[in-house]
């Protein structure tokens, strides 16, 4: 008889991690927000932002100059604290940037535009949790996905309805290309044989569909903006009846320029460093790793990934607020 193989799929982990402009790196650990900075081999420094009394954190997100940070919690409030100063600077009820966008656990998506203080929403996004959320480079889309297995594209300024990709699966992991307008990477969050899509949303058409003998879960994708490769985090069930997890380097269809073994926990989240040179990956081990991704960037040449460092955030003392 053969062994099931099974994966939990838990919807909003990939929003539970960010790492900002200014190279600190913030977190969820149970209750608390946790920061951390000056990564080495050697030492690594972390302090609590925050720590909640009767809620629990949900979402965090850097804004781009790396000094404000948004953070969502169960109750549905959202903040925004200023690192610099350690002060909260705005407290409210789920819907600063110039607008926010917030994504809810029953299928709800709220955007606010501070400039003229309109609500857009909405109310049946998706039937259920929204796992994922993420504005196209260029903010003319806006990209949400679902437990529901749909991923939907938005008009980025209206979030009017554009396009409906339909899976087999809750889907978790998206990404779209960095330069490439309207290139959208679609990855299957619970095993199957195709578990990637490549999406032009621009012209609504499936670009492209990776195949494997395995069974494959995608847990998390992003887009080199140095190179335009593609980096996935995926969960391998082989022939051999065992799981392990895999980074993937995809330079292009069936172009897999580097494959490395991360053990038996699976990633929930993958992010890049503000130069784009360094890569972390965020575990069910609740460890922060973090690789050499490039080597050098002279003439887009880059050796194997090579381990920079780790944290782990189950240790964290320092109060800030």
């Not at 650990?29 to 629990?56: H, L, M, P, R, W």
């Not at 992991?173 to 959208?184: D, K, M, N």
Request: hydrophobic fraction near 30%; aromatic fraction near 8%.
């Amino acid at each position: 008889m053969k062994k099931k193989f099974q994966v939990e799929f838990d919807a909003n982990l990939c929003q539970t991690i960010d790492w900002g402009g200014n190279d600190v790196i913030v977190t969820l650990v149970k209750n608390k927000i946790v920061a951390g900075c000056n990564f080495s081999e050697k030492q690594t420094s972390t302090e609590t932002v925050t720590e909640y009394e009767g809620d629990s954190g949900t979402a965090v997100a850097w804004s781009g100059n790396g000094v404000t940070l948004a953070a969502g919690t169960e109750s549905g409030l959202v903040q925004i604290w200023n690192l610099t100063k350690k002060t909260l600077i705005l407290e409210e009820k789920c819907c600063v940037n110039k607008c926010i966008v917030t994504a809810c656990s029953r299928g709800k998506i709220s955007r606010r535009d501070f400039r003229d203080n309109i609500t857009t929403e909405v109310e049946y996004a998706h039937d259920g949790c929204i796992c994922n959320l993420k504005y196209s480079p260029t903010a003319n889309y806006l990209c949400s996905s679902g437990e529901d297995g749909y991923v939907r594209i938005w008009k980025g300024d209206s979030c009017d309805p554009y396009m409906e990709i339909e899976m087999s699966h809750p889907v978790r992991a998206i990404a779209w290309h960095p330069w490439r307008t309207g290139l959208l990477a679609v990855g299957e969050g619970l095993p199957t044989t195709g578990p990637l899509s490549i999406w032009n949303v621009n012209t609504t058409k499936l670009e492209y569909m990776a195949k494997s003998s395995r069974q494959v879960a995608i847990k998390s994708l992003e887009f080199s903006k140095i190179s335009g490769e593609l980096v996935c985090a995926q969960w391998v069930h082989d022939t051999q009846e065992e799981t392990h997890c895999e980074l993937l380097v995809s330079g292009g269809a069936n172009h897999v320029v580097d494959v490395s073994s991360q053990g038996n926990g699976y990633i929930t989240s993958l992010l890049w460093s503000p130069d784009g040179e360094k890569l972390g990956t965020a575990g069910t081990d609740e460890t922060f790793k973090i690789f050499k991704f490039y080597q050098s960037k002279e003439e887009g040449k880059r050796k194997k990934m090579k381990n920079y460092g780790s944290m782990a955030f189950n240790e964290c003392h320092t109060t800030v607020r």
